[in-house]
């Protein structure tokens, strides 16, 4: 993002932000395609040894596997243009 708010930004009509810092449409579209469109979030069941899928954008992701008693474990995968295969434990 080149500028956000209308006093600092090139583009005043470009900013996200007026000078008073009311929100312009833009940013709503944005924050919305950030935080809603682009985020992927998901719960799945599964039984041992049972396997799931889901798709999700490129990047970073953090993944929660909870068992039945409760215990949780966290991995981080990094997703790029191959797939990768969770298993439940």
Known sequence: MWGFWESAQWK?????FRKDWT???NAE???NLV???????LTKKTGVNEK???SGFLGIYEVTFTS???NKTKY???LKKHRIHLRSF
């Open 76 to 78: 981080t995968y990094h």
């Open 68 to 70: 039945k008693n409760g």
């Open 35 to 41: 935080t809603k469109q682009w985020m992927t979030n």
């Open 29 to 31: 579209a944005w924050r």
């Open 23 to 25: 929100e312009k449409p």
């Open 12 to 16: 005043p009509d470009a900013a996200m």
């Open 52 to 54: 799931t899928e889901s």
